[in-house]
């Protein structure tokens, strides 16, 4: 017969529930770091709006030449396949070749509109989470592509936004949508409740 000392300790019968510490929920919960995330909405936002407002006005990006930009910009993504440690993975080589050269009229549309709305939705801190995860997707695919430029610095912010999704648009539009989309209005969670303190 083991020793209880010895004997494995048991395991749970259900997942346990793991709590944040204090300062995660202060970071990315709190109305108080509202003024915080909202300066680096902004700055993501502001990037995002002008690169697609710059595409915009360009019409080998959108209008009569739509999609020059867009292939150009791929083909050199093509040329960096090669080599032992290749700056574009083959299989997204792939999917550039047989996937967005063949339409790069409408990847030319949906990478401007793209921006432009990932943009304007920071800005306004509308679906703020929602915004910043499509902005990851681009940043990512612009990486893929072997485009390095500022894209780590805004996957960066984008994650951070997405992680304080709750509260970064507490000075912006969410503060009214998204109660009202989910019905979230529980006292325990300052985020979006106006009238609890935590704490209190």
């Known amino acids: 017969m083991r020793s209880p000392s010895l004997s494995s300790p048991r395991l749970p019968d259900q997942p346990i529930e793991l709590r944040a510490s204090a300062f995660s929920r202060l970071l990315f919960?709190?109305?108080g770091m509202a003024p915080v995330w909202l300066l680096l909405r902004l700055?993501?936002?502001?990037?995002?709006?002008s690169s697609g407002l710059e595409k915009l006005g360009d019409s080998k990006w959108v209008g009569a030449e739509a999609g020059?930009?867009?292939?150009t910009f791929l083909q050199g993504a093509l040329k960096k396949t090669g080599g032992?440690?290749?700056?574009?993975?083959?299989?997204?080589?792939?999917?550039?070749?047989h996937v967005a050269l063949p339409n790069a009229?409408?990847?030319?549309?949906?990478?401007t509109f793209g921006e432009l709305a990932v943009g304007a939705?920071?800005?306004?801190?509308l679906l703020t989470g929602i915004a910043a995860f499509f902005g990851?997707?681009?940043?990512?695919?612009?990486l893929l592509a072997g485009t390095l430029s500022n894209n780590p610095l805004l996957v960066f912010l984008g994650l951070l936004l997405i992680l304080a999704w709750r509260v970064a648009g507490w000075w912006g539009l969410d503060r009214w949508i998204?109660?009202?989309?989910?019905?979230?209005?529980?006292?325990?969670d300052p985020a979006l409740d106006t009238g609890s303190v935590p704490g209190r």
């Not at 700055?43 to 709006?49: A, I, P, Q, S, Y």
């Not at 032992?84 to 070749?97: K, Q, S, T």
């Not at 009229?105 to 990478?111: A, I, K, P, Q």
């Not at 998204?178 to 325990?188: A, K, M």
């Open 121 to 125: 939705a920071l800005i306004l801190g």
């Open 29 to 31: 919960t709190h109305p």
């Open 68 to 71: 020059k930009a867009v292939t």
């Open 178 to 188: 998204l109660p009202r989309w989910w019905g979230w209005q529980r006292r325990d």
């Open 105 to 111: 009229g409408v990847f030319s549309y949906v990478v």
């Open 84 to 97: 032992e440690m290749p700056d574009v993975p083959g299989w997204y080589a792939r999917f550039i070749e």
């Open 136 to 142: 990851l997707l681009m940043n990512f695919s612009y």
């Open 43 to 49: 700055f993501v936002g502001w990037t995002w709006l």
